[in-house]
């Protein structure tokens, strides 16, 4: 099946520092890429979709410019989470769907803690 | 109300045990329907889609309630490496609107 890989897959760094997280469907193109959030026992929260090109698409809450998605190439597309706080440690998690199908393909995530 | 909803759990069944999981949602526009798996810190992976006919794959079975606005899970013959959290997600509006649920999590023991 469609593969979609996370770079770096753990990240450990202090507050107000920037990271970014990488997201690539290794397989296939995706001109539409999915950006989420998972807190501990809670569920996915979509940030934003990306589409390759042009602006993301950001869901009510987040902030776009401490957020900030490029999508380059139709497999490629990363997130900068900006002057980061320990309240943004979380599991990001992309997503891509494959143009085969209906199917949504998930990367392994990324674990980020802010100290 | 919440867009999707899931009762939390923990469902603790034994081996060989049969169990079911609701999911409601409340967009009667929603589109397509799935049924995720989640291990602890792993990415979600596609258990089934469900149709509105219902479908069967395996030990699982998907059904679709559109009048109820609900779609169920059911796994018989519960092994020890079913133990994970289920999502139930729905799409609408295309591929711009998905909407997970918190999850259940089942957990089978010996």
């Known amino acids: 099946g469609a593969v979609v890989s996370q770079h770096p897959s753990w990240v450990i760094c202090k507050s107000g520092t920037s990271v970014k997280i990488e997201c690539r469907s290794l397989?296939?193109?995706?001109?539409?890429m999915f950006w989420y959030r998972q807190f501990p026992k809670q569920s996915l929260m979509l940030m934003a979709t990306?589409?390759?090109?042009?602006?993301?698409?950001?869901e009510q809450g987040v902030e776009k410019d401490k957020f900030l998605i490029n999508h380059a190439s139709l497999t490629l597309s990363t997130l900068t989470v900006t002057s980061a706080h320990p309240e943004d440690s979380s599991f990001y998690i992309c997503?891509?769907?494959?143009?085969?199908?209906?199917?949504?393909?998930f990367g392994p995530g990324t674990r980020l803690t802010v100290l | 109300r919440k867009e999707v909803e899931q009762d939390p759990g923990p469902f603790n069944v034994p081996e060989g045990a049969t169990v079911a999981f609701n999911c409601t949602y409340s967009?009667?526009?929603?589109?397509?329907f799935f049924w995720y798996r989640q291990d602890c810190r792993k990415e979600p992976k596609l258990l089934m889609s469900?149709?509105?006919s219902g479908n069967e794959d395996g030990r699982f079975t998907a059904q679709l309630n559109r009048a109820s606005q609900y779609i169920s899970l059911l796994i018989r013959d519960s092994k020890l490496s079913d133990s994970a959290t289920y999502l139930c997600?729905?799409?609408?509006?295309?591929?711009?609107?998905?909407?997970f649920g918190t999850g259940t999590k089942l957990q089978v023991i010996p």
């Open positions: 997503s891509a769907i494959s143009g085969r199908g209906n199917e949504q393909f």
């Open positions: 397989d296939f193109q995706a001109t539409t």
């Open positions: 990306s589409n390759e090109g042009s602006k993301a698409t950001y």
């Open positions: 967009n009667s526009a929603s589109q397509s």
């Open positions: 469900v149709y509105s």
């Open positions: 997600v729905v799409r609408s509006g295309g591929y711009q609107k998905v909407t």
